[in-house]
């Protein structure tokens, strides 16, 4: 029996991906699938990653006890969230190593949003309701991923994200009925969270180069802008019953064309921020890199522990 051509390989791979069915570590596939794939799961695991530190630093100033335990949980969660993307990236060629190093020398992209400083406490709640809202919209559709290992870790991420955006809800549903000066503390981060929060979905689909073929490889199952209206028609009713505004003034949905009409998006700021230069990428970053080299020991140990364990059972035959 002959080895089957790149030919014939490439119209096995088309044929799973036309038939809705994974691609599975094993299989054989085209070099730019996998490659697009290392990247957008190496940048989505270093995004949730990232984004346990504008709430991680909010622990121990969280105002209950009952919330100091629901913030703790939810930050918890995300570091799940980046493990069982990296395994996923694992299955695809690259090693944890090297996609830590990508990240801490600073040529990993991760989500711009957690580059914004979170200065109140009804940021958790702003960050949960929009950020967390944003990713869901973002990610459910990830469950159907091609992919098999990918589609699979989304399943149970998306399950944790809609409690991450419910606790969140239900932050600023508390400071609403609460005083003005919560009211109002409330409202103030509403405002800096939803342009952002907007800018997760990515340019517009006229300015999305990548979209198309992710899309075609059915990674991608929406358009950028599609996603963009989805998350709009999910937070207006929401907004409505938490007493909060929506930051524009020019939002409403247009009956005839089927859609949320808003204000242009600031795309300048979205580039600046993914260039490097918002408000806390340095300090993102040299956080992430610290705590990597203030862990070396640990890794060094389970290493050392790991080796010892297997040289036990390869001297007894069996597990210690
Ligand atoms: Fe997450
Ligand atoms: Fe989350």
Redo the contacts with the bound molecule.
């Keep these: 029996m002959t080895a089957p051509t790149e030919d014939e390989l490439h119209g096995e791979f088309d044929a799973l991906i036309a038939a809705d069915q994974r691609i599975e570590p094993r299989d054989w596939m085209p070099e730019a699938y996998r490659r697009t794939l290392i990247r957008q799961i190496s940048q989505h695991a270093h995004s949730e990653i990232i ?1 346990m530190q504008p709430e991680g630093a909010w622990i121990t100033r969280a105002p209950s006890l009952k919330r100091k335990a629901i913030l703790m949980a ?1 930050v918890q ?2 570091a799940g ?1 980046g493990l069982y993307l990296y395994s996923a990236a694992q299955t695809l060629g690259i090693t944890r190593d090297e996609m830590t190093r990508q990240l801490i020398d600073g040529r990993a992209k991760y989500s711009s949003i957690f580059n914004y400083p979170a200065p109140s406490w009804a940021d958790m709640g702003a960050i949960g309701w929009l950020v ?1 809202g944003a ?1 869901i919209c973002n990610q459910v559709p990830l469950c159907r991923a091609s992919y098999g290992p990918y589609g699979r870790a989304m399943v149970r991420i998306c399950k ?2 809609s409690f ?1 955006q419910r606790q969140g809800f239900e932050i600023l549903l508390s400071l609403m009925q609460g005083t003005p000066a919560q009211r109002a503390m409330a409202q103030e981060s509403v405002d800096r969270w939803y342009w952002p929060a907007l800018m997760m979905f990515g340019p517009p689909d006229d300015a999305s180069p990548n979209s198309a073929q992710s899309m075609a490889w059915k990674i991608k199952r929406f358009s950028n802008d599609e996603l963009r209206q989805r998350f709009v028609g999910m937070l207006v009713p929401q907004a409505a019953a938490l007493g909060v505004t929506l930051p524009d003034p020019a939002l409403h949905f247009d009956e005839e064309q089927g859609r949320w009409i808003m204000s242009e998006i600031d795309w300048t700021e979205f580039h600046e921020v993914l260039a490097g230069r918002g408000p806390l990428n340095a300090e993102r970053i040299r956080n992430r890199r610290d705590a990597h080299e203030e862990g070396a020991w640990v890794r060094e140990a389970a290493a050392a522990y790991a080796a010892k364990k297997a040289a036990r059972t390869a001297a007894t035959g069996r597990a210690a």
Aim: glycine share 10%; charged share 60%.
């Design positions: 984004g939810k969660d995300e969230h967390d990713a944790e994200e991450h």
